[in-house]
């Protein structure tokens, strides 16, 4: 596959979700297959323009060999597909920022362990965590649980 994205900081490659006030960016692939640890930060300068990282954009980590992801409070939602066969994965923690997660969002990350889902996540589309074979700890810290996607743990 090919990605088109408008800019990179450090190692990281983002697309422009708005170029008004409040500035946004959600962090994509660039085409890049990530490793190890990876750190988003929660706002990024280009052109002289600060925006915040709201989005983990869809397939943004498809197929990394990530170990662990640190994912910023100002991150609202993970796409589709964003962190799918990152076999690699142990361990994930989402901000209590996050609203949405998106579908097959950690599908086939067959070494995650553990999810702590917090409060603030609203909805989890279908197949989100599908065939996370080695997955046997997951924190929901609401007291209403989010709305669940068709076959959300399946597999």
Do not use: R
């Not at 450090?10 to 990876?38: C, F, M, Q, R």
């Not at 994912?71 to 609202?76: A, D, E, F, G, L």
């Amino acid at each position: 596959m090919l990605w088109a994205y408008d800019f990179q900081s450090g190692d990281l490659y983002y697309n422009i979700t708005s170029n008004v006030a409040p500035y946004t960016v959600e962090v994509t692939s660039g085409n890049t297959k990530y490793s190890g640890d990876i750190t988003i930060p929660s706002s990024v300068t280009y052109n002289g323009i600060t925006y915040a990282v709201t989005s983990i954009g869809s397939y943004a980590f498809y197929h990394s060999s990530l170990t662990s992801v640190t994912i910023p409070n100002s991150v609202t939602s993970i796409g589709t597909s964003a962190f799918e066969g990152c076999s690699s994965l142990t361990s994930v923690t989402i901000p209590s920022s996050v609203t949405s997660i998106g579908y097959q969002a950690f599908y086939n990350c067959s070494s995650l362990t553990s999810v702590t889902i917090p409060n603030s996540v609203t909805s989890i589309e279908d197949w989100t965590f599908g065939d996370c074979s080695s997955l046997n700890t997951i924190y929901v810290e609401a007291t209403t649980p989010p709305a669940l996607g068709d076959s959300t743990f399946a597999g």
